[in-house]
């Protein structure tokens, strides 16, 4: 079954304290890995696609990687607009719809000043 | 989330009564997903749908829920006969069409449904 799963669940940080975030995925037949930001009372917004291992995209503080078993998202010395629940996403190509995205749980991020 | 529109922003119902849900995608974009998030739960795959085809449902309840994204128009997720358990936020994300390279969803601000 495909399943994805995020930790920490929660995560406190000071300003400029850097850390990352893990989403481990089974999957079959991966066709892309999706990274969200969730503010409260919003929808997902879009951050990153990743499509194979040793992939790595970059925006901002943030950076994305991808291994064949899971993903981090590194935040470089993060600033209280940061703070947000970070949503993992994969998508898969066999055996199931090719269209529907399998989420995790989130890490919610709170950066202190 | 400028781009994918989905109103009502809130809806309150009676246990028994319909739920309307309607999500304009973004422009340009031919696919339409429906999802749901419960309280401490994670978003999970309704309806995949294109126009005037339903694509995937298999993450939608066989009993009262139905989609529907026609030629013109939005796309509507209709819950009848509402009970309490439908409460929770559901969301609307499209994208570009998937033959090929998988293309990202973009997300609504989603629709809070609550059933008093």
């Known amino acids: 079954e495909d399943q994805v799963t995020q930790s920490p669940e929660a995560l406190r940080l000071q300003e400029g304290e850097s850390s990352s975030l893990n989403c481990s995925y089974t999957?079959?037949?991966?066709?892309?890995l999706f990274w969200y930001r969730q503010d409260p009372g919003k929808g997902p917004e879009f951050l990153f696609t990743?499509?194979?291992a040793g992939e790595e995209k970059e925006k901002e503080r943030l950076k994305a990687t991808l291994t064949k078993k899971e993903s981090f998202l590194h935040i470089t010395a993060p600033k209280p607009e940061d703070s947000a629940t970070y949503l993992c996403?994969?998508?898969?190509?066999?055996?199931?719809?090719?269209?529907?995205?399998?989420f995790g749980k989130g890490t919610k991020l709170s950066v202190k000043p | 989330n400028a781009g994918v529109m989905q109103n009502p922003r809130h809806l309150v119902r009676r246990r028994g009564q319909e739920a309307r849900l309607r999500c304009s995608p973004m422009?340009?974009?031919?696919?339409v997903y429906w999802y749901r998030q419960l309280p401490e739960e994670g978003l999970k795959f309704m309806v995949y749908?294109?126009?005037?085809?339903?694509?995937?449902e298999s993450g939608m309840p066989k009993e009262r829920f139905s989609a529907e994204f026609p030629k013109e128009g939005p796309s509507i997720l209709r819950i009848q006969q509402v009970v309490r358990g439908d409460s929770a936020a559901y969301f609307c994300?499209?994208?570009?069409?998937?033959?090929?390279?998988?293309?990202?969803?973009?997300f609504g601000d989603g629709t809070r449904l609550s059933i008093l």
């Open positions: 994300a499209s994208s570009f069409r998937t033959g090929g390279a998988v293309q990202p969803q973009h």
């Open positions: 999957v079959s037949g991966l066709r892309g």
């Open positions: 990743l499509y194979s």
């Open positions: 996403a994969v998508q898969g190509g066999y055996g199931g719809s090719q269209g529907n995205l399998i």
């Open positions: 422009k340009g974009h031919s696919h």
């Open positions: 749908l294109q126009k005037e085809n339903i694509i995937d």
